[in-house]
């Protein structure tokens, strides 16, 4: 299994970006899909978490109706476009997979992932 995360890059606070992680060697549409963050000395937090089919979404309360995350299942992607980016949301974002039947937002933690992206560096400058 490969995630392969893309998209990061610098922006000024108020911008947007979005994020992009493609899919490999797994039945896509049989796993949960999640973003998480994680800054310097902070833990990996979760940020985002969409079901296999992708009709369920949850969120970190601080990204709500900021950030939208998304998939598509033909082409095995995951997608998390931020708007209004704040200097607090700079981090390098991870795209995580878990099979999992339940809904999104049980899978919130990061033990529960089984599969994880390589990481892209968002950096919002104030």
């Known amino acids: 299994v490969q995630l392969q995360a893309s998209g990061g890059g610098l922006v000024q606070a108020g911008g947007s970006l979005r994020l992009s992680c493609a899919a490999s060697?797994?039945?896509?549409?049989?796993?949960?899909m999640g973003w998480f963050r994680q800054a310097p000395g902070k833990e990996r937090e979760f940020v985002a978490a969409?079901?296999?089919?992708?009709?369920?979404?949850y969120y970190l309360d601080s990204v709500k109706g900021r950030f939208t995350i998304s998939r598509d299942n033909a082409k095995n992607g995951v997608y998390l476009q931020m708007s209004s980016l704040e200097p607090e949301d700079t981090a390098v974002y991870y795209c995580?997979?878990?099979?999992?039947?339940?809904?999104?937002?049980?899978?919130?933690?990061?033990?529960?992932?089984?599969?994880w992206g390589q990481g892209t560096q968002v950096t919002v400058s104030s």
């Open positions: 995580a997979a878990t099979y999992g039947y339940r809904g999104p937002s049980y899978y919130t933690k990061v033990h529960q992932y089984d599969f």
């Open positions: 060697g797994l039945t896509f549409s049989s796993y949960v």
């Open positions: 969409i079901s296999g089919r992708g009709g369920n979404t």
